[in-house]
T-cell receptor, first 113, second 114 residues
Framework: DAGVTQSPTHLIKTRGQHVTLRCSPI?????VSWYQQVLGQGPQFIFQ???????GRGNFPDRFSARQFPNYSSELNVNALLLGDSALYLC????????????FGDGTRLSIL | QKEVEQNSGPLSVPEGAIASLNCTYS??????FFWYRQYSGKSPELIMF????GDKEDGRFTAQLNKASQYVSLLIRDSQPSDSATYLC??????????????FGTGTLLAVQP
């Protein structure tokens, strides 16, 4: 079975631009979470969606938004990109919300120039 | 105090030895605990999870949980050079089960010497 798939794998943007990152969960998984990982740090929670509703939000500015579609895939949008948004963006899926183990995709490496 | 703390390492062990990785967490109500392995330039890979006090074994890996001490550890037996990676400890804090928010430590870099 396919794991969590993310696209694109790499992206280069300039300050002020907008970016959309995409994620398809493992088949049968209904919960998708987004994380940001900067070099040398552990991933930081951005959003969680379950059954197409936002169930959790981390300490990120309103420039970050996300949504989940009826097929449980998800998009993360970031507006007005800043240099500090350069990071590895990770999508994780789990069967349901709560204590379920989360499985990560390969991530999207975003570089802001 | 950081919510999840790990020694950044590097932890260097000889091939065939037991590697012991440790993690402490601050939220006493946390109920689920996860260990991820992350190779350089790759994404985290789930290797163990534990919910109850005590030990949980899976192959060469053993996760240990002590909720009273707010301490979780990962033992890797018969360490191999391929185990060299950063090991991330993650905790799901108590939000009434409504979210899958994982709080990660900064990770411990393990180096297994051939």
């Amino acid at each position: 079975d396919a794991g969590v798939t993310q696209s694109p794998t790499h992206l280069i943007k300039t300050r002020g631009q907008h970016v959309t990152l995409r994620c398809s969960p493992i088949s049968g998984h209904k919960s998708v979470s987004w994380y940001q990982q900067v070099l040398g740090q552990g991933p930081q929670f951005i959003f969680q969606y379950y059954e197409k509703e936002e169930r959790g939000r981390g300490n990120f500015p309103d420039r970050f938004s996300a949504r989940q579609f009826p097929n449980y895939s998800s998009e993360l949008n970031v507006n007005a990109l800043l240099l500090g948004d350069s990071a590895l963006y990770l999508c994780a899926s789990s069967l349901a919300q709560g204590d379920q183990p989360q499985h990560f995709g390969d991530g999207t490496r975003l570089s802001i120039l | 105090q950081k919510e999840v703390e790990q020694n950044s390492g590097p932890l260097s062990v000889p091939e065939g030895a037991i590697a012991s990785l440790n993690c402490t967490y601050s939220d006493r109500g946390s109920q689920s605990f996860f260990w991820y392995r992350q190779y350089s330039g790759k994404s985290p890979e789930l290797i163990m999870f534990i919910y109850s006090n005590g030990d949980k074994e899976d192959g060469r890996f053993t996760a240990q949980l002590n909720k009273a001490s707010q301490y979780v550890s990962l033992l890797i037996r018969d360490s191999q050079p391929s185990d060299s990676a950063t090991y991330l400890c993650a905790v799901n804090p108590p939000y009434g089960g409504a979210t899958n928010k994982l709080i990660f430590g900064t990770g411990t870099l393990l180096a297994v010497q051939p």
